[in-house]
C-alpha cells in the first residue's frame, strides 16, 4: 500500500455487475421477496436530476455530458404531431407515423420541418443518453453552485486540498458483511458492495469520513421523512460496515466518524443540510430495533437472515413473516 494514499479498485470490476449485496438489493428485499426477484427500475425526472447533480461534482463535466443530453428543441404543441414524431422517432416510418397519430393525410415536409423535425433531431442526437430539458439543466446547475459555494458544503468539493488529506469520489469496496444469526447464534457471511459518493481520510488526525448525496424536489428540512421512505438507513448500515472493514485492512488505527447525509433540493430554494447518523443508530441499522411509536424496521442482519431463509426454501413470494403464519396477516389496529 502507498503510504497516505486511498486504495481504490483498479481492477475496471464493473460495480453494477459485480457479485455482492448492494443497498438497493436490501431496500428491495424490504418490501419483500418478489419486489427482490423483480428489479423494476425506477425512472423519473427527479432521479435524472440527482444522478446530474452527483456526476457533476464527484466525476466532473466531461461525465457529465457522456451520460446526458441537454435538449434545447421543444416538443411539439400538438397531441398528434407529438404522436407522430415519436413514432417517427422509433420507426422512422411516415406510415405507421400516420396511422399512430391519427393524421388523416400525409404530413407535409413543411410541416414537418416546422413542427416535429428539431424535437426529433434532437432525440436522435442524444442517442443512448439520458435527455434532460433546459430547465432541469438550469436547476441542476443551480444545485452544484450552492453545494460548492455553501459554508458548511462547499469543502468537500475543494479540489487543492490541504496536506494530509484525501477525498475520494465513488468509492467502491466489495467485502464479506459479518453478522450473528439470531436464530441459531452462528456467525454468517454475505458478499456485499458498495460505491460512497464521498469518503475522506484526513491522516493529520487519523480519521475517516464517509458522506452520501442526497437530492430532493422537497426543502431539505424534510429529509428525515424521505430517510425511512426510501430505507437511506440500510444504505448507511451497510456503507458505514463496509468502511469500517476498509478502515481494518487499510488503517486499522484510524477512527471512523458518523455516517452522513449531504441534502440538497433541486433548484436550490433551500440551503443544504447535513444529515448525521449517530454510531448508536448504526447498532439499529443493522440489527433492527422498533420506533417510538412501536413499529419494528428491519436492519442490515434481519434481512441477510431473510435472504438465506428465502433461498433456502426458494420461496419468493409471501415475505417470511406470511409463510410462517400459513398466508395470514394478524390485524393488531390497538396494539
Same mark, same amino acid.
Given at each position: ?62 461525465a457529465f455530458h457522456d451520460q446526458f443530453y441537454i435538449m434545447t428543441a421543444d416538443k411539439p404543441s400538438s397531441d398528434m404531431m407529438l404522436a407522430y414524431t ?120 487519523q480519521k475517516i469520513y464517509a458522506k452520501d448525496l442526497k437530492t430532493t424536489g422537497k426543502g431539505t428540512g424534510a429529509f428525515v421523512s424521505s430517510y425511512r421512505? *426510501? ?5 448507511? +448500515?451497510? &456503507?458505514?460496515? !463496509? =468502511?469500517? %472493514? ?10 471512523i466518524e458518523p455516517f452522513e447525509f449531504i441534502v440538497a433540493q433541486i433548484g436550490a430554494y433551500t440551503e443544504p443540510l447535513i444529515f448525521s447518523v449517530s ?7 443493522? *440489527? ?5 411509536? +412501536?413499529? &419494528?424496521?428491519? !436492519? =442490515?442482519? %434481519? ?33
Amino acid at each position: 500500500m502507498t503510504e497516505n494514499q486511498i486504495i481504490q479498485n483498479t481492477d475496471e470490476v464493473d460495480y453494477v455487475t459485480a457479485e455482492g449485496i448492494s443497498y438497493s438489493a436490501l431496500s428491495r428485499l424490504a418490501d419483500g421477496p418478489d419486489s427482490y426477484i423483480n428489479k423494476e427500475k425506477i425512472t423519473g425526472d427527479f432521479l435524472d436530476n440527482g444522478s446530474a447533480v452527483d456526476i457533476l461534482l464527484t466525476e466532473g463535466e466531461d461525465a457529465f455530458h457522456d451520460q446526458f443530453y441537454i435538449m434545447t428543441a421543444d416538443k411539439p404543441s400538438s397531441d398528434m404531431m407529438l404522436a407522430y414524431t415519436n413514432t417517427m422517432i422509433e420507426t422512422d416510418d411516415p406510415q405507421i407515423a400516420m396511422a399512430a397519430s391519427g393524421y388523416k393525410r400525409a404530413v407535409t415536409a413543411e410541416k414537418w420541418e416546422a413542427e416535429g423535425k428539431p424535437y426529433y433531431d434532437a432525440i436522435k442526437a442524444a442517442g443512448n443518453k439520458i435527455v434532460i430539458d433546459f430547465d432541469q439543466n438550469t436547476k441542476i446547475m443551480a444545485t452544484v453552485k450552492q453545494l460548492k459555494s455553501n459554508e458548511f458544503t462547499k469543502n468537500f468539493f475543494e479540489k487543492d486540498l490541504p496536506e494530509g488529506i484525501e477525498i475520494c469520489y465513488q468509492f467502491t469496496h466489495y467485502w464479506d458483511f459479518k453478522y450473528t444469526s439470531e436464530l441459531t447464534g452462528e456467525l454468517k457471511t454475505r458478499k456485499t458492495k458498495l460505491k460512497i459518493d464521498i469518503l475522506i481520510v484526513n491522516h493529520n488526525i487519523q480519521k475517516i469520513y464517509a458522506k452520501d448525496l442526497k437530492t430532493t424536489g422537497k426543502g431539505t428540512g424534510a429529509f428525515v421523512s424521505s430517510y425511512r421512505k *426510501y430505507k437511506y438507513y440500510l444504505q448507511e +448500515g451497510l &456503507y458505514q460496515s !463496509g =468502511v469500517e %472493514d476498509w478502515r481494518d485492512n487499510n488503517y486499522p488505527e484510524y477512527e471512523i466518524e458518523p455516517f452522513e447525509f449531504i441534502v440538497a433540493q433541486i433548484g436550490a430554494y433551500t440551503e443544504p443540510l447535513i444529515f448525521s447518523v449517530s454510531h448508536e443508530e448504526h447498532a439499529y441499522n443493522i *440489527y433492527g430495533g422498533e420506533t417510538g411509536s +412501536g413499529y &419494528y424496521i428491519k !436492519g =442490515v442482519a %434481519d434481512l441477510l437472515e431473510d435472504l438465506n431463509y428465502y433461498e433456502n426454501l426458494d420461496k419468493w413470494i409471501y415475505p417470511k413473516e406470511v409463510l410462517e403464519n400459513n398466508g395470514r396477516i394478524n390485524i393488531e389496529l390497538f396494539r
